[in-house]
């Protein structure tokens, strides 16, 4: 039976991952050997496991059933493996996490080498992404979320507001006149990001609100692209504080409105609400709460 453990393991990833190549290529084997661990099992058990075809693989009845009590054998493991290292003086294992791909260059980064350091067991793997990540469907422990939340299934924990500031470059903001107030920058080229209204609403310091949408010559999918493009002169934009002060600083952008503020946007960890690596998962978010991400 001991023998057969790793390919029931292998099963049920396949059926995970919906193929033998995918499969091979999370648990690091050629799809030969996966398809080759799956026969035998098959072999073993005296049934066919899956209906193969040259674009898909579908579970066979018995499959089905036998599925089902290999994910819950692997859930027991797992549970096992969490409550051993929540008792460990060490963490180990493995975490694959995703963050939205404009903190490439920030804190968060930075805490993830520190985290390592400080845990020198401990895997993880970033995907960064400004793309909203499917945590179940894409097999990811954790991910960071900037905005705020409207999916109640998964569990979260808020570690910061993340402030964000007017700026412009430093060419294109001195050949114009210096803005008072919002309304000021109606006629203003702004840069605008695609997942973002047109419409921008600024705060005064007697908490009034004005709102403002300006010109679009350009629009992206990228916060590093608006920052990139703002140095170049192409016009006003929004971005996160960190990356604005790394432009002030360089000279290359020059903050507006600074005596208006924007609504920050909260940064928050996710996670399913039944992690694979629940203690790994909270040992991360608690690391990440500790500290200064943005």
Not at 20 to 46: C, H, M, N, Q, W
Not at 147 to 169: I, P, T, Y
Request: aromatic share 8%; charged share 25%; proline share 4%.
């Amino acid at each position: 039976m001991i023998d057969h453990l790793k390919q029931m393991a292998i099963f049920a990833r396949v059926v995970d991952e919906g193929s033998f190549r995918a499969a091979a290529k999370d648990v690091g084997l050629s799809p030969s050997r996966i398809s080759e661990t799956v026969s035998d099992l098959e072999e073993y058990l005296g049934v066919t496991l899956l209906h193969r075809t040259t674009r898909k693989i579908a579970l066979t009845n018995e499959g089905r059933m036998f599925y089902g009590r290999v994910v819950e054998m692997l859930r027991s493991a797992e549970t096992g493996l969490n409550e051993l290292n929540a008792l460990s003086l060490e963490p180990v294992g493995a975490l694959r996490i995703s963050f939205p791909a404009f903190l490439a260059g920030g804190p968060l980064t930075a805490a993830v080498a520190s985290f390592t350091k400080l845990h020198p067991n401990v895997a993880i793997s970033v995907v960064y992404s400004d793309n909203r990540v499917g945590l179940l469907e894409e097999g990811f422990d954790m991910s960071i979320r900037v905005g705020w939340l409207a999916d109640s299934s998964m569990m979260s924990r808020k570690l910061a507001d993340g402030q964000r500031v007017l700026v412009a470059g430093t060419e294109y903001a001195a050949h114009r006149p210096k803005p008072q107030r919002p309304g000021d920058l109606e006629d203003w080229d702004w840069i605008r990001y695609r997942n973002r209204s047109d419409v921008t609403v600024f705060t005064s310091p007697d908490g009034k609100e004005e709102s403002v949408t300006g010109n679009s010559q350009v629009e992206v999918d990228s916060i590093d692209a608006l920052y990139h493009l703002a140095m170049m002169d192409a016009g006003v934009t929004v971005l996160p504080s960190f990356l604005a002060r790394r432009g002030e600083e360089a000279g290359t952008l020059v903050r507006l409105l600074p005596d208006w503020t924007l609504r920050p946007l909260g940064i928050f960890a996710v996670w399913p609400d039944k992690s694979r690596r629940e203690s790994l998962t909270l040992l991360f978010v608690r690391y990440l709460a500790e500290r200064e991400i943005c």
